[in-house]
């Protein structure tokens, strides 16, 4: 019987510079296997608790020494001499010796990294790739990507108030050649850019950050972008938003300052209704704050048989508040991140209550990301058919769509459904 005979964890560094969790388990068998968690910028405030060592000595605070030695300890004593096949039940215990709501006791992200190493060294010690062993033999979606080409709100230093700007090559046949596309319509995006005296500079997650007049000329670009690439806007190739509004909303009100407008609730639904009419936008995320669940109701009647809501920092990968945004009637998809919520097990149940509700789900990165591309497997393993992992640029992101053409390739018969997602 293969058992964990080791789990320790070491302090690394994200693609922000910033300290993270990289937790190690070794199998009786001799399987080694790593995972890192990543870490997010505009992070809803009822996500998972991400324990920082708070020593301004030591990178600011952010240091997570404590996270690891609960690795170490805590979870290490709790784990090892125990089969690594059951997830569910190794996900149980990691809670149950967290013994809190929310991770704070022993850090999200100590609790993920071990989550993810587990599955990863059960994988590896069956001999099978990762999205196999979490999906089995029903794992064939390959997930259409939401490529984020242009960054603004607190992912970049310029006056774009909404955070991500991103292309759906949707109208593809295969996953290949849906990338190849969006990597075209990129740099022809900066050439454009260029043309006209911006700056090229990237975003937290790749994607330009130039300072634009408004919040809309960054739409206007990217249309511009794919048709210059040769491409039909909204037909091969659609936009998806993330406002990640949240980080613009006070007092009731939405503070555009890149426009100098401020919004009610309503007035921001209209905004991207108007939006929704001139652009090919197939998905909006978090149009309106976590707190504004009466502004979200509004949101989801107006545009929600149009095109699809996505549920962030509102949801945070959280069944409870998925189930109570399903009772409320809010949105019709949800992000799934898995250091939102703490563990493999918990995530995916997430997934399971969206699809019994008909709410799809995007697998998402952070923009503190790092070379563990665990979520390109796990968006295959659960069909989620779609997945949000930042630019075709910058290698943290890239990453993750070149583990997913892997993994294309050695399906040999995995779907690309871009077309069916949407009306
Ligand atoms: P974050 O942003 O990782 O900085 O939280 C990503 C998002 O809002 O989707
Ligand atoms: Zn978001």
Redesign the pocket.
């Known amino acids: 019987m293969v058992y964990i005979e080791d789990i320790f964890a070491e302090e690394v560094l994200d693609s922000r510079g910033n300290p993270t969790v990289k937790a190690t388990v070794i199998l009786s068998d001799g399987t080694q296997e790593s995972a890192i968690v990543?870490?997010?910028?505009?992070?809803?405030s009822k996500e998972a608790v991400e324990l920082r060592d708070g020593d301004k000595d030591r990178y600011d605070g952010k240091g997570v020494l404590k996270a690891c030695e609960n690795v170490d300890t805590i979870l290490a004593d709790a784990l090892v001499g125990l089969s690594p096949f059951n997830q569910v039940e190794i996900d149980t215990i990691i809670k149950e010796r967290d013994a809190t709501d929310n991770y704070s006791h022993i850090g999200a992200n100590a609790a993920l990294g071990v989550s993810m190493a587990v599955a990863r060294a059960s994988a590896s010690s069956l001999g099978m790739p990762l999205y196999k062993y979490l999906g089995g033999a029903n794992a064939a979606i390959l997930p259409s990507p939401m490529l984020n080409i242009i960054n603004g709100g607190?992912?970049a230093d310029n006056s774009v108030d909404f955070?991500?700007y991103m292309i759906m090559p949707l109208g593809f046949e295969s996953f290949e050649r849906a990338i190849q596309a969006a990597s075209e319509v990129y740099h022809t995006l900066k050439k454009l850019i260029a043309i006209d005296g911006h700056s090229t500079g990237l975003g937290?997650?790749g994607g330009f950050a130039p300072n634009f007049k408004n919040n809309v000329e960054p739409l206007e670009y990217i249309v511009e972008a794919i048709k210059d690439s040769g491409y039909e806007p909204g037909k091969e190739i659609a936009i998806a938003m993330?406002p990640?509004s949240s980080e613009f909303y006070k007092d009731g009100k939405y503070h555009l300052k890149g426009e100098d407008k401020v919004l009610s609730p309503v007035e921001m639904v209209e905004y991207y209704a108007s939006l929704v009419e001139k652009f090919p936008i197939v998905s909006i995320?978090?149009g309106l704050a976590e707190d504004d669940w009466g502004g979200w109701k509004i949101l989801s009647d107006e545009l929600g048989d149009k095109i699809q809501l996505v549920g962030?920092?509102i949801f945070v990968t959280n069944y409870k508040i998925l189930q109570e945004g399903i009772d409320a009637g809010i949105a019709n998809s949800i992000?799934i991140?898995l250091n939102q919520i703490g563990t493999v097990s918990e995530a995916m149940k997430t997934v399971r209550l969206a699809y019994r509700n008909g709410y799809t789900c995007v697998v998402?990165?952070?923009?503190?990301e790092s070379e563990d591309a665990f979520i390109a497997d796990f968006a295959v393993a659960l069909n989620t058919a779609q997945i949000?992992t930042g630019a075709p640029a910058r290698s943290e992101r890239v990453a993750k769509y070149n583990r997913l053409l892997t993994i294309e390739r050695e399906l040999g018969f995995g779907e690309y459904i871009g077309k069916t997602l949407f009306k």
Request: hydrophobic fraction near 10%; glycine fraction near 12%.
């Open positions: 990543p870490s997010g910028a505009s992070t809803g607190s992912h955070q991500e937290d997650e993330d990640a995320e978090d962030d920092d992000l991140k998402s990165h952070r923009s503190g949000k």
